[in-house]
Every structure is written in structure tokens, then in C-alpha cells.
């Protein structure tokens, strides 16, 4: 049994000089915090074992460092192959109706739009966006016969180039 009071305790003692460390290390700041964190995550999993270690902040120090070696070294392939490859194509700015999709999605209430992205997006099944989100499917059917609706009207409304009625007088 883990004894939380004792890596509480450890935690608080030790987490300042950890991030010092971990930011001599890295150089990044938020990127320490990360590895840090990790860091006493591990800890916490292993805390029988590490709560008895000679050093439990050498524990910490040594996972840290091996933390920081990792991510240098996938940092490095990352370079290696912009390097080969060169650096991406810059990216174009958003086309209108990626605009006008993205706000009219952003007005459908939130199962809705998860289901039609789990639909669309990532090419699931009724029954298997069902199993996901813990529905039945004719609700998932619903959600999706529901967005679809909405999002037609919306996007209907926000058509610049609708065409519109004239009456004669």
C-alpha cells in the first residue's frame, strides 16, 4: 500500500529543486514542467519501491534526465527529417466554407457534434460511436439525423450566395 502522506510530503519538500533541475536540463520551462511531472508520476506508481531507495530524489533526478534524453532524441529525429524532406508547405489561410463549417458546428449542442465527427471524421459505425459514448444506437441516430438537420439550417442561413425570393408587387 501506497502511503500518500509520505509522498506528499516528499513532493513538497523536494518538487521546487526538481523543476530547477529539470529546467537546467531542458531549458524550457514548460517542457521541465512536463518532465517533471512525469517524472513524479512514475514515482507515485512505484512509491513502495522508491520511498525505501537510498535516494529518492536521486530517483527522481535520474528519471528526469532519462525523461529529457528522450525527448532530445526525438527532437533530433524530428530535425533529421526536416532535414531530408525540408520544412513543410506553409499553410494557406482557411477556405470560407472551413469558416463558415467550423461556426455552425460550434452552435450544435456538443453529443451532436461529436457524433457527426465520429461519423464523418473518423469513419465509425452507429453501433460503434453507440459503444463509444455509452448510448444506444437510435440515439446515435438521432444525434446524427438531429446535426445534420441543424447544421444544413445554419449553414443555409449563413450562405452568401443564397438565392432570395422576390415578390413581385
Known amino acids: 500500500m501506497r502511503d500518500a502522506q509520505a509522498f506528499d ?12 533541475f529539470g529546467y537546467a536540463v531542458i531549458t524550457d520551462r514548460a517542457e521541465a514542467q512536463d518532465i517533471v511531472q512525469e517524472a513524479y508520476a512514475r514515482a507515485w506508481r512505484r512509491w513502495a519501491t522508491v520511498s525505501v531507495h537510498p535516494s529518492p530524489e536521486s530517483w527522481i533526478r535520474l528519471v528526469v534526465t532519462r525523461l529529457s534524453t528522450d525527448r532530445w532524441r526525438r ?7 526536416a532535414a531530408r524532406t525540408g520544412p513543410p508547405e506553409p499553410a494557406g ?21 461529436q457524433a457527426l465527427a465520429l461519423y464523418y471524421l473518423a469513419d465509425l459505425t452507429v453501433e460503434q460511436i453507440a459503444q463509444e459514448v455509452g448510448a444506444s444506437p437510435n440515439t446515435v441516430k438521432s444525434w446524427l439525423s438531429r446535426g445534420r438537420h441543424r447544421l444544413a439550417e445554419i449553414l ?6 443564397r438565392s432570395v425570393e422576390v415578390h413581385d408587387a
Request: overall charge positive; hydrophobic content about 35%.
Open 75 to 81: 527532437h533530433r529525429g524530428w530535425l533529421s527529417v
Open 9 to 20: 510530503e516528499f513532493y513538497r519538500t523536494t518538487a521546487g529543486r526538481m523543476l530547477r
Open 156 to 161: 443555409s442561413d449563413l450562405d452568401p450566395y
Open 93 to 113: 489561410p482557411p477556405s470560407e466554407d472551413a469558416v463558415l463549417l467550423r461556426a455552425a458546428l460550434r452552435q450544435l449542442p456538443p453529443r451532436h457534434r
